[in-house]
């Protein structure tokens, strides 16, 4: 099962700001940095925000991370009919050793 | 522009062993700053970090698979696989390989590139 938990889904229209939740503990994002994957239907996931904020070139400026303590948060603003995806977080489990994914939230533009 | 792309011989069958490999093109997998990891999603679902493997040889593994998992690399043909052995339905999943960029000072560590994925099936 998954150590991050993420809501399910979220939604909103075109243009709206919509933010996606993900709580750890202080074992992973307390003691890590986060990251942030989008995966389109049917393809594989690519990074979209990195070291809790950072944006890798070519990801648009509507797509922010930040973290406090034992949580962090994606925001997207402006919201796009492209945004329609599965967005997970991630970060390393130092008392696992390992990797750990978000439950993972999809993202429905109305 | 580093590609990956994962390989296999297709559906397994329950207890058999599932194996893959994946096929690291258009740079050396022995670059420094960077980890090899084998990731699953079974349809439906969310992602399942399953372990992962430096070019020195060193592994991490999921606790939760480990005594079932084996991933090994070879430099000199640039690629890396997986094995999982006793498997079951619950193996049935889409299995991606992932670069991993990592540097300890920063703290970045983040998969920065996928393969495209590939369906195995484990089924009689």
């Known amino acids: 099962q998954s150590v991050l938990t993420q809501p399910p889904s979220a939604s909103g229209t075109p243009g709206q700001r919509v933010t996606i939740s993900c709580s750890g503990s202080?074992?992973?994002?307390?003691?890590?940095?986060v990251n942030w994957y989008q995966q389109l239907p049917g393809t594989a996931p690519k990074v979209l925000i990195y070291s809790n904020s950072q944006r890798p070139s070519g990801v648009p400026d509507r797509f922010s991370g930040s973290k406090s303590g034992t949580s962090a948060s994606l925001a997207i603003s402006g919201l796009q009919s492209e945004d329609e995806a599965d967005y997970y977080c991630?970060?390393?489990?130092?008392?696992?050793?390992?990797?750990?994914f978000g439950t993972g939230t999809k993202v429905t533009v109305l | 522009q580093v590609q990956l792309q994962e390989s296999g011989p297709g559906p397994v069958k329950p207890s058999q062993t599932l194996s893959l490999t994946c096929t690291v093109s258009g740079g050396s997998i022995s670059s420094g700053s960077y980890y090899w990891s084998w990731i699953r999603q079974p349809a439906g679902k969310g992602l399942e970090w399953i372990g992962r493997?430096?070019?020195?040889?060193?592994?991490n593994y999921n606790l939760s698979l480990k005594s079932r998992v084996t991933i090994s690399v070879d430099t000199s043909k640039n690629q890396f696989s997986l094995k999982v052995s006793s498997v079951t339905a619950a193996d049935t999943a889409v299995y991606y390989c992932?670069?991993?960029?990592?540097?300890?000072?920063?703290?970045?560590?983040?998969?920065?590139?996928w393969g495209q994925g590939t369906l195995v099936t484990v089924s009689s």
């Open positions: 991630a970060a390393w489990d130092d008392s696992l050793n390992g990797q750990v």
């Open positions: 202080s074992s992973n994002i307390a003691s890590n940095t």
């Open positions: 493997i430096y070019p020195s040889g060193s592994t």
């Open positions: 992932a670069r991993s960029y990592y540097d300890f000072w920063s703290g970045y560590d983040y998969f920065d590139c």
